[in-house]
């Protein structure tokens, strides 16, 4: 298969091999690494609700008043789960609970080596979602292998509002209208990521660097862009029980640092929600940007890693 890497019909070919099924990976068979006795598994299960009622207690209160919140519903409504999937615990593939009968009936556990045992089963969802196995990992391991982009400057929020009468949040624009449109205008639009991409008004789309498709989305994503650091939740949340809980929460904390940073960037004034703009309209919110970028990347980086280790551990 061969996809060209930019427009124009010189633009450099990338030939990928014909990828596999993972219900046919022989490594996608954990051996048992650890076997946790009852007070020892449920010790964690119940450190991980804590944790995770923690992180979801303020979006919860918001939704019994009726309240909603232009940063952190995103967390919440784009990537559809709910607290009770994120508070819910999981030892991740390889490791075995003992006097678990009842996981067994869970989704993709199956019993284990000791009586009463079960563990999650990696085989049973290769085989059950195996177009959902094969993307998951061609994404975690893709962008692991490329090296991060730093020159988008978060202006995919800003092509989503370029020449738009109507904006996808109903707040204010710090620039105004015409002050929005110069600074897109000003700027080269570099986005990688087709989830943002698919949002640009159609007078963005152009602009960009390189036209996306959802068909070639594992060709250019890439460890620099935040929503692929965001999306890592998504992933890790896919998997269900194959990653461990605390995985699990570490993907969601990273998905929730990185859209302040998001929304800081945005071309949006939300002020009346205590943002602080990184205006990078400006060679200073440029920097800032970039600086906080990179250590998102390193933080996605090592999640990414042990996400692929948990779940295909050979």
């Known amino acids: 298969m061969a996809y060209r890497s930019g427009r124009g019909p010189n ?32 010790a964690r299960a119940e450190e991980h609700r804590e944790r995770a009622e923690s992180l979801t207690a303020e979006h919860r209160a918001r939704a019994a008043r ?39 009936s869970w989704r993709w556990y199956s019993p284990g080596a ?21 993307l998951v990992e061609r994404m975690l391991r893709r962008t692991a292998s490329r090296p991060g982009q730093f020159g988008c400057f978060g202006l995919h929020e800003w092509a989503m ?17 015409a002050g929005t449109d110069v600074v897109v205008e000003s700027n080269d639009l570099r986005c990688t990521h087709f989830d943002a991409f698919r949002f640009f008004t159609p007078e963005a ?9 959802r068909d070639e989305q594992p060709l250019f994503e890439q460890p620099g862009c935040l929503h692929a650091g965001m999306d890592l939740y998504k992933w890790a949340m896919k998997l ?13 904390e990273l998905a929730r640092d990185i859209r302040l940073l998001d929304m800081e960037a945005a071309p949006y004034d939300l002020a009346a929600w205590d943002v ?4 990078i309209e400006t060679a200073e919110g440029k920097a800032e940007y970039v600086r906080r970028q990179r250590a998102f990347a390193e933080r996605g980086a090592v999640i990414r890693s042990r996400l692929l280790d948990a779940w295909l551990v050979s």
């Open 205 to 213: 789309v152009p602009r960009n660097r390189r036209p996306l498709s």
């Open 240 to 252: 269900g029980p194959l990653v461990p809980g605390e995985l699990l929460l570490d993907a969601f």
């Open 11 to 42: 633009a450099p070919i990338l030939r990928l091999a014909p990828e596999r099924r993972l219900d046919v990976y022989p490594r996608v068979v954990p051996p048992i690494r650890s076997l946790l006795p009852r007070a020892q598994w449920s």
């Open 276 to 279: 602080v703009p990184v205006p």
């Open 161 to 177: 509002v370029y020449r738009a009468d109507e904006h996808r949040h109903p707040v204010p624009l710090r620039l105004g209208q």
């Open 66 to 104: 009726g309240e909603r919140h232009p940063v952190w519903d995103f967390l919440f409504t784009y990537y559809s789960y709910k607290p009770a999937q994120l508070a819910r615990w999981h030892p991740g593939a390889g490791v075995e609970l003992e006097d678990a009968a009842e996981r067994r």
């Open 114 to 134: 000791t009586a009463d045992g079960a563990t999650p089963d990696a085989v049973a969802f290769a085989k059950e979602k195996p177009d959902l196995a094969g």
